[in-house]
């Protein structure tokens, strides 16, 4: 069953890039769509705190200033900076660039904190960069340069989030932490995202699915409320449940696959289609991800979209997750 989760978990959060796009190009700017995903996950997380554990409200002063760097830089920028890759690049390549989040997680930790990693660390950044250089064409310059510039930041904002949070917030309740962050983020881009200009018609206004669903109109407060429902707060109960049943190493190659998910939602749907060669290099690229969850000798375990896209990223307790996992 921790499997099953964990796919599950990753097909839903893939799927969601493509529900985000939508929403974007129907009229909203990525911080709207940050602001409302961020917001809802916060509500939802708090509600759910409220009914099942009101204690871990409460928060240590000392915690306090890791939270506010987690909710600005891992949550904030990092929806923010994945909603505008997503608007400029295909949903798949946009994920893959947030990814790269992995590599550079390893590389800090051995060259900052001094740990122990694999060799195959290196082979697996050898794999990304080559394949990288496939999926974007750079031959031919095919992607939109912006778009992977802000596909990488996402990438240093997740790496932040991995790495802040699990050198001093392995004690936070993870629903804590997605209300405290989610909360942070919402209030960061409150003064930005013009909520205040919204009317009532703003989420009624129905609207075109677009690509294969074209024919398909629905009212825009369905797309908002999926996004912070089953595309956030859905599966990151569901990363939960498998991080209970499987290895912080299993459950994060796992989690991997929620780009190949996001790549077959945005074809199937969007009609997003990559090149046979760049579909060849993201599959190099994978496959150096899922070398590089591996290479530490403590492994952070990506359940990633903070696309909350990603949905709220998972930091268990990795020694028990391990024991629960054998």
Not at 159 to 171: D, I, N, R, S
Not at 234 to 253: E, N, V, Y
Not at 281 to 296: D, E, F, T
């Amino acid at each position: 069953m921790g499997y099953l989760y964990a796919f599950l978990a990753a097909f839903l959060f893939g799927a969601n890039g493509s529900v985000s796009k939508v929403i974007i190009e129907s009229g909203f700017s990525a911080i709207q769509l940050t602001q409302f995903r961020v917001l809802g996950a916060a509500i939802i997380s708090g509600v759910v705190l409220l009914i099942i554990d009101r204690r871990s409200f409460a928060l240590p002063a000392k915690q306090w200033p890791v939270i506010l760097i987690l909710g600005i830089v891992g949550v904030a920028m990092l929806q923010a900076t994945y909603a505008f890759a997503i608007a400029l690049l295909p949903v798949g390549i946009a994920l893959l660039l947030e990814y790269m989040a992995v590599l550079m997680v390893a590389t800090v930790a051995f060259f900052f904190f001094k740990e122990k990693v694999r060799l195959r660390l290196w082979v697996a950044i050898g794999f990304v960069l080559a394949g990288l250089a496939v999926v974007a064409e750079i031959w031919a310059s095919s992607l939109n340069p912006t778009g992977v510039l802000w596909g990488l930041a996402a990438a240093v904002a997740l790496a932040t989030y991995f790495l802040v949070g699990e050198k001093q917030l392995e004690t936070i309740s993870p629903l804590a932490l997605s209300f405290w962050t989610m909360s942070v983020a919402s209030l960061f881009w409150a003064p930005f995202s013009g909520w205040w200009n919204f009317t009532t018609e703003t989420f009624t206004n129905v609207v075109s699915l677009q690509g294969n669903l074209n024919e398909v109109n629905l009212p825009i407060w369905v797309l908002v409320l999926w996004n912070a429902t089953m595309g956030s707060f859905a599966p990151f109960l569901l990363s939960l449940s498998a991080l209970k049943r499987l290895s912080a190493t299993a459950a994060g190659i796992a989690a991997t696959s929620e780009i190949v998910f996001a790549f077959a939602a945005a074809w199937l749907w969007l009609g997003e289609q990559l090149s046979f060669l760049q579909s060849l290099g993201a599959s190099i690229v994978l496959g150096g991800i899922v070398i590089a969850q591996s290479a530490r000798s403590s492994d952070v375990v990506v359940q990633a979209d903070l696309a909350l896209e990603t949905g709220p990223i998972v930091l268990p307790d990795l020694e028990e997750s391990e024991k629960l996992g054998e």
